[in-house]
Structures are given as C-alpha cells and as structure tokens.
C-alpha cells in the first residue's frame, strides 16, 4: 500500500540558515581572486524538511571588511 503524500511547508528561514552554514562548514572546491573580492565554490549537503540530504554548490564573494555574500546556489 502507498503512503499517502507528506505535505511540508515552505521554510526559507532554514533554507538561508542552511545555506549560510555551508559558507563556513562546507567543502571549498574552488577559489579564486579579482577586482571584485575572493570568490569560493563550496559544495556541501544540506538537510531537507523532509529528512533528505541533497547536494548543493554554492557560490560566494568575499570583499574587503564583508561578511560572505551569497551569489548562487544549485543542486550538484
């Protein structure tokens, strides 16, 4: 027998937490510098409302006397 679908609701406080968490505990897969300050491609595995781990990479920017800043991010 199926079980019946688990509606979750939309959490995008968790979702900028969890994002922000893999700026510092992520894995840094490329760095690089210009003008614009250094840039970090960090890949890590967020948890989903339902209980699921996903791959995610993100992309950000760290300019002179900034915290991080958070360019992109997409399933990896």
């Known amino acids: 027998m199926a079980r019946p679908a688990r509606k979750v609701r939309s959490a995008p406080e968790r979702l900028a937490a969890d994002l922000r968490g893999l700026a510092s505990a992520g894995r840094v897969v490329a760095r690089s510098r210009s003008s614009h300050g250094e840039k970090y491609v960090v890949d ?24 991080p ?8």
């Open 44 to 67: 890590g595995w967020p948890e989903t409302p339902t209980g699921n781990r996903v791959a995610v990479r993100t992309v950000w920017i760290v300019e002179a006397g900034s915290p």
């Open 69 to 76: 800043r958070l360019l992109t991010a997409y399933p990896a």
